[in-house]
């Protein structure tokens, strides 16, 4: 059959999702559109789609999680592993969870046309910054439905359109959620091409979504390492992205050894799977000695296999031997490398040659280290006497998280609804020219 | 002969710029180095490098001089346009305003450092975001020998490394520029690969300099659109970019039309030539009868071209048709495209349509109007009532300004000191940990 042949065949009211250059296409136009009106959309208006996206959601919660049961059905026979089956299972605790999301995003403070600075200038104008949407947002993400929702909802608020792209694991459930905030959307009077998920699995879609410069801004990749690499690499759009997490927490020679001891437990063993989890624990050497033999004894209580360097093995003994790979690695799970060093810049050269610039804490009471600390260790977030698992939206007071930015660039961290805009400049004048 | 051997023919000491891989990759590597020592130097170091920058340009000014003389004499022999001579010569004139932006850049505030929003949460920890550097900037332009001293000016004093990639034809006058920077850095005690010039005239070493992600943090082009373009698509790192400025200023019914006249006449007439210089002018109908013969009148004495829509040719009679590629050209000359257009909408359309996104003004006394067009449209400067020209580093008191972004992510705008930077997060705390 020819392509030509295919689309006559097909009704036209319906996508034809057979065709994806033209599919994406559409839906690139689809949500440009969209993102000039959101732009100008104010703040009652889109809370009035969150609070009807929820009310719909409560509505269709029994074809949500027969859809969830679907997908659940279609995978476990094609033999997806527990930990994902897992992320993909809705029930009704969660489909609470997602609804409660979406009141707390309409509670939140709207971000968009807020004024910084706006100071007099010689010349008599005045200026200042005002934060605005970045456009059109596409995000990539794997199993999970519910991000579905609360990608929908942070993009809404803070005045974006967005393209979904979920995984194919959830194409029922991301089916039931769409239908919600098509539903939602409309009842505020907004367009329906504010919040698109994309309803082919077909791998070509997210090769397009990441190269249409013209219809999308930026790309937020959610998944694992190898699937943010791929689409840095290949993305003609401006991506934030967050690769590893490999967390220190360095227990410093000035350290109040209470607060190293719980620190540096919680920040191992609070989760294991999370990005902001400790995976190298840095020890100052005159400390190492008293504190290794305690620290083993917490860690075995919560079944924490320990690999330590030369000088952690003399004094521990009986544990496995940190590599070089150790040191590079993401474990998220119950294994913690341990290495003993000589002060705060044996301590930060480690971090800058082994760390993946996500989260790292010192440990100190010594004013001097904390202050080098803060300032010389280049990692989105930079903590003195807490635990790395702090680093996180809710924690941070952002109330809600996108994902957690490792760039350089725009945002670094945390990423809430301030980090889905940007900033113009406003000039308020008289009639004033330049001389 | 083979490239082992060209190697070894080679005296070590010099770079060996035939290679050019392995030449931009030890650029890459020596700027990486010097970041990280860079984040931790502090304001007076830095004050002390630029300041000494400008002593040895003071007297190495017969140096480049006569660099610059040989840079002029082998270009105006191929054939170089004379405005890419202007641009490219120097003069006393020239080397005292080099001399003096190095003097005013060492005093600006130090970006670096700076924690703004510290604040409390209810889990006892302190939560700021404090500005560092970006790490590694490559910038790449034209013949403007000046911006040399600029680009190296600022990345230093944001506490960036930077790559600075210079036009062939300036390749004499930037080597002669490129020693005075050394020295200044030496004086300081700061490393030379704080700030390098590449050295070569290959094309390829742009190439390379775009896609070392592991070396290079974000490329920052400054020259023409089809250099930024190519770049942009290119490029396997960040790119702050500069396109093109098609500005527009809108002449609104409730405009004073004193202002309006004042205005007009200044966003077109101050300098043609700049980025920020309106390229469209929109009147709103009920003004256009009235105030289009006036401002025909003032063009006239200056020698502007003005191309209509059919509408503004019916009141200026004898002028020339504005086609679809007049309202997308930035004329960068003495053009003026004129469109009459019914109200607040109307305009807004137009420059969605057709703009580019740089600065764009109102011109009116209608609350309603301004604030509504403050907020919806969506250009790095938006003005009301203020020339087009004021879109600038200097006049928005940034100090100094590597360039305009008209770029949705990061910075937007005029891009000082504080766009070479990004903001981590930091955390106080006093043991807490995550319950």
């Known amino acids: 059959m020819t392509a030509q042949a295919s689309r006559s065949d097909h009704d036209p009211a319906i996508p034809d999702i057979r065709d994806i250059d033209a599919y994406m296409q559409r839906l690139g136009q689809g949500a440009r559109e969209a993102a000039t009106l959101m732009r100008r959309v104010d703040t009652a208006a889109k809370n009035a789609a969150l609070l009807a996206m929820a009310e719909h959601l409560e509505q269709a919660r029994s074809d949500v999680l027969a859809a969830n049961a679907r997908d659940l059905a279609r995978e476990r026979e094609s033999g997806l592993e527990a930990a994902l089956l897992d992320r993909l299972a809705l029930d009704d605790r969660r489909l609470d969870a997602m609804i409660d999301g979406l009141v707390q995003v309409a509670a939140l403070p709207d971000p968009v046309g807020e004024i910084d600075g706006l100071r007099s200038r010689p010349s008599g104008i005045q200026v200042g910054q005002m934060r605005v949407p970045l456009g059109v947002i596409g995000?990539?993400?794997?199993?999970?439905?519910?991000?579905?929702?609360?990608?929908?909802?942070?993009?809404?608020?803070?005045?974006?359109?967005?393209?979904?792209?979920?995984?194919?694991?959830?194409?029922?459930?991301?089916?039931?959620?769409?239908?919600?905030?098509?539903?939602?959307?409309?009842?505020?009077?907004?367009?329906?091409?504010?919040?698109?998920?994309?309803?082919?699995?077909?791998?070509?879609?997210?090769?397009?979504?990441?190269?249409?410069?013209?219809?999308?801004?930026?790309?937020?990749?959610?998944?694992?390492?190898?699937?943010?690499?791929?689409?840095?690499r290949e993305a003609r759009v401006p991506v934030i992205k967050h690769l590893d997490g490999v967390c220190h927490v360095y227990i410093d020679a000035g350290a109040d050894v209470d607060k190293a001891l719980a620190i540096a437990v919680n920040a191992k063993t609070h989760r294991y799977g999370t990005c902001n989890t400790m995976e190298t624990l840095l020890i100052d050497a005159p400390l190492a000695e008293t504190l290794l033999p305690t620290l083993a004894l917490a860690y075995g209580e919560h079944g924490v296999e320990l690999r330590g360097c030369e000088r952690t093995r003399a004094i521990l003994g009986d544990i496995g031997v940190a590599s070089e790979a150790d040191w590079q690695t993401e474990y998220l799970a119950p294994v913690l490398a341990i290495r003993v060093v000589d002060g705060i810049d044996d301590a930060m050269?480690?971090?800058?040659?082994?760390?993946?610039?996500?989260?790292?804490?010192?440990?100190?009471?010594?004013?001097?280290?904390?202050?080098?600390?803060?300032?010389?260790?280049?990692?989105?977030?930079?903590?003195?006497?807490?635990?790395?698992?702090?680093?996180?939206?809710?924690?941070?007071?952002?109330?809600?998280?996108?994902?957690?930015?490792?760039?350089?660039?725009?945002?670094r961290g945390p990423v809430g609804l301030e980090g889905l805009t940007s900033r113009k400049y406003v000039v308020l004048g008289d009639g004033q020219v330049r001389r």
């Open 349 to 411: 050269a480690h971090i800058e040659r082994y760390g993946s610039r996500h989260t790292d804490a010192i440990v100190t009471e010594h004013y001097g280290r904390a202050r080098r600390f803060l300032a010389e260790v280049d990692s989105s977030s930079v903590m003195v006497n807490a635990s790395t698992r702090f680093a996180d939206g809710f924690e941070y007071g952002l109330g809600a998280e996108i994902g957690i930015s490792t760039d350089r660039l725009h945002a």
């Open 139 to 232: 995000i990539i993400y794997e199993s999970r439905p519910n991000v579905t929702l609360e990608a929908a909802s942070l993009c809404l608020k803070s005045g974006n359109a967005a393209i979904l792209r979920g995984g194919s694991e959830a194409r029922d459930s991301n089916a039931a959620i769409a239908a919600c905030i098509r539903a939602g959307l409309a009842r505020a009077g907004l367009p329906e091409s504010a919040v698109q998920v994309v309803a082919t699995t077909d791998r070509n879609a997210v090769g397009r979504l990441i190269s249409m410069p013209e219809y999308v801004d930026v790309i937020i990749p959610r998944g694992g390492k190898s699937l943010i690499e791929r689409i840095t």
